[in-house]
């Protein structure tokens, strides 16, 4: 198996930091990711190999196996191990042995020890499959509903159900559609991180939901009613008179959905923006200005 530079895949020195690998990553899967390069197979090795250097090197444990052992990061633990075991056969039997720890004596006590050589060892040895990252965007109205939704990741199309009220940034895993398990091994997981983006006029902080309506001075004066947006529809609101600017209301249940919790919501908090009015007309004028004389 040929040595692998991830570091060099994702553009990275090999003293990035987390911070820089998860900027990187993100970075290239958005560039060569399949959903914006239909049909081109180079995008698609690309993507591939950006999300196995990702794998690697986005966990400390890999990442330390790959810096150590390199191509054969994935037998690291096996072959310390052994090495351990080596070491103590060899410190038991110091009187009839001498020698320091090489390649070979690793092949020969592998041989000795389990029956065969390292390498038939090795290629019967089962392996679970690497663990695919991948990111998807969507709207904030997109995740007021479960939905099911279409993925492809490295050329596989999976069918998954997103729940309503999903975060911005969170990450769910889905069993076994990661790498394929070698000898038998079990497959890997993908996670996929959430990018949420809210491109209403609606706040959303967890489950409830914030905005600002502008109000006339006379409503706000002498009460009335007015129409607002929800996130589902319009609703008839009625105003108390003597209504101060800034004055916040809620509107229970009318927020955002409970992520796995059906027919749960959280709330809608409104805030009244009280519009004084401009372009007075003379007559206008005078009545406030008698107005002003009766406070």
């Known amino acids: 198996m040929p040595y692998i530079d991830y570091y060099k895949i994702l553009g990275i020195p090999k003293n ?8 990187a990553y993100r970075k290239l899967a958005r560039k060569y990711h399949p959903d914006l390069n239909p049909n081109d197979k180079e995008a698609e090795k690309k993507f591939k190999e950006i999300n196995e250097a990702n ?26 191990k052994a090495k351990q075991q080596q070491q103590q056969y060899q410190g038991n039997r110091q009187q009839q042995y001498s020698g320091n720890f090489n390649e070979s ?4 006590f592998f041989e000795s020890m389990f029956g065969g050589s390292s390498k038939q060892r090795s290629s019967n040895t089962m392996f679970r499959g690497q663990d695919f990252n991948a990111e998807l965007q969507l709207n904030l109205k997109d995740v007021y509903t479960s939905h099911k939704r279409t993925l492809t990741v490295n050329n596989k199309n999976i ?25 038998n091994g079990p497959n890997g997981d993908l996670y996929i991180t959430f990018n949420i983006v809210n491109n209403t006029h609606f706040k959303r902080d967890k489950n409830n939901l914030y905005t600002t309506i502008d109000l006339d001075l006379y409503n706000a ?7 607002v947006d929800t996130f589902d529809g319009k609703v008839k609101l009625k105003v108390k008179p003597e ?12 927020g955002f959905p409970v992520y796995k919790k059906d027919g749960q919501f959280g709330d809608l908090y409104i805030t009244f923006n009280i519009k004084t009015p401009t372009n007075l007309t003379d007559k206008e004028k005078e009545l406030f200005t008698e107005l002003s004389k009766l406070r």
């Open 55 to 80: 794998e690697v090197l986005s966990h400390p444990e890999n990442r330390k196996k790959y810096d150590e052992h390199g191509k054969d990061w994935k037998h690291a633990e096996e072959f310390e």
């Open 243 to 254: 209504t101060q600017n800034g004055t916040q209301i809620k509107l229970k249940n009318k």
């Open 221 to 227: 004066l002498l009460g009335g009613e007015v129409t």
């Open 159 to 183: 069918r998954i159900t997103i729940p309503a009220g999903i975060e911005n940034g969170q990450v769910i895993k889905i069993t076994g559609h990661g790498g394929k398990g070698i000898n």
């Open 105 to 108: 004596d690793f092949s020969d």
């Open 16 to 23: 990035a930091t987390e911070k820089d690998i998860k900027k």
